[in-house]
């Protein structure tokens, strides 16, 4: 069975340094991968996603995300975080739309 | 486009009520999905339609629950009876879905259900 980890329930940065959200995955072959952030009392907003091609991929708000095959992980990263940066980050893995696996989620608090 | 459409936002019943949510996805999304998130559980997917059509509600707790879709442009999630272990935030989003791709989906803001 396929499975997503965050293996970070709370991650603190300093505004204007950088950041990473940490996610793998346990699935074979090729899947879709997602981020999604959510902000309080707010459904979750899609940040950026990979399919196929170049491992680093450019997101909303700045954000960018890698995707290592070898290690079956997918970081959400930002060179200078801000405070509003501050919310409930969710990966998210699938082949299609009835087996997405959203992640448990992490809480980014960025500090002035 | 004003996105992904719930109501009620909040909704306070008490136990063995009926309660039923309400959705409305973003135009030209064929894609429909139904989400309950908790603390304990996360985010639990429980329903999820295709052009209308159930594909997978395997995610639906039990027969207190039930979805239906009558058309592309609504869709309601119903509980009856509730109980106070159904309280939580439920989300529907939408998406469009093309052959054996999937795409990004559009979460509403949710529904804040408390069962007393």
């Known amino acids: 069975a396929q499975s997503v980890a965050q293996p970070e329930d709370q991650v603190n940065v300093a505004e204007g340094n950088p950041l990473t959200v940490k996610c793998t995955y346990s699935v074979s072959g090729n899947p879709y991968l997602f981020w999604y952030v959510q902000y309080p009392n707010r459904g979750l907003q899609f940040l950026l996603k990979y399919i196929t091609g170049d491992n680093l991929v450019k997101g909303s708000y700045g954000f960018e995300a890698e995707f290592n095959k070898s290690q079956t992980s997918f970081h959400l990263k930002k060179p200078s975080a801000l405070v509003s940066d501050s919310a409930l980050y969710f990966c998210a893995v699938g082949y299609n739309n009835n087996d997405m696996r959203f992640g448990a989620g992490t809480r980014l608090t960025v500090k002035p | 486009d004003a996105g992904v459409i719930q109501s009620p936002r909040h909704e306070v019943t008490e136990m063995g009520q009926e309660v039923t949510l309400r959705c409305k996805p973003i135009s030209g999304h064929n894609s429909l999905f139904w989400y309950r998130q908790t603390m304990m559980r996360g985010l639990e997917l429980l329903i999820y339609f295709n052009n209308n059509v159930p594909i997978d509600d395997s995610g639906m707790p039990e027969d207190r629950f039930s979805a239906k879709m009558p058309n592309a442009s609504f869709s309601t999630l119903k509980i009856q009876p509730s109980e106070p272990r159904d309280s939580a935030v439920y989300f529907c989003?939408?998406?469009?879905?093309?052959?054996?791709?999937?795409?990004?989906?559009?979460f509403g803001p949710g529904t804040r259900l408390t069962v007393t």
């Open positions: 989003a939408s998406s469009w879905t093309s052959g054996s791709g999937i795409y990004e989906q559009y």
